[in-house]
């Protein structure tokens, strides 16, 4: 499937060394896919981007979806840091895109939805705040090249988690998806 070739050939671009000049014409070069076959599925090297992006960390919450909420954020910490010059090149080129920055939030907020999902009632605008929060601690970490450490990152998302915890005691609008 082309999709998946390309990909594959984001991913080891990506991958190998800082890309800042990375365009669509060298991705279909070394994707053996003519630009019109690109231009086909995605309208852009960004939203191409961010589904590869998302692709990967699907794979990634399906590999922890049996772990606790702490294990798997740090799950994705520290595989955000063994693959760090993958996200950075994928941050400098999403950085100034919002749709796909958001859409990558969301991402996160499903995430924390669905942990909510099976503990009870939870607040919606309280998952949506802790997601904001997690996604923008991530991009800086990235924007500062990962210069702290994952136990470090994972221990301000820690100071988070009561609050999704503790939300059905302290907020009166509880709301069930």
């Not at 794979?59 to 520290?78: D, E, G, I, P, W």
Request: charged share 25%; with cysteine; hydrophobic share 40%.
């Amino acid at each position: 499937m082309k999709i998946n070739r390309l990909q594959a050939v984001i991913e080891a671009d990506l991958s190998q060394e800082d890309l800042k000049h990375y365009t669509i014409s060298s991705l279909c070069e070394h994707a053996d896919i003519s630009r019109g076959v690109f231009y086909y599925y995605f309208h852009s090297l960004d939203r191409c981007l961010c589904m590869c992006l998302l692709r990967r960390h699907k794979c990634v919450m399906a590999h922890t979806k049996r772990q606790n909420l702490t294990s798997r954020l740090y799950f994705l910490l520290k595989h955000i840091d063994q693959n760090k010059i993958y996200y950075l090149n994928v941050f400098h080129f999403l950085k100034n895109d919002y749709e796909a920055l958001q859409i990558l939030e969301a991402q996160l907020r499903e995430f924390l939805k669905d942990y909510c999902d099976k503990r009870g009632p939870y607040s919606v605008y309280t998952v949506e705040r802790i997601s904001r929060i997690l996604f923008a601690q991530i991009v800086c970490w990235l924007q500062l090249e990962c210069e702290q450490t994952v136990k470090e990152v994972h221990r301000q998302f820690m100071l988070l988690i009561p609050l999704l915890e503790q939300q059905a005691d302290k907020l009166p609008l509880i709301e069930r998806p």
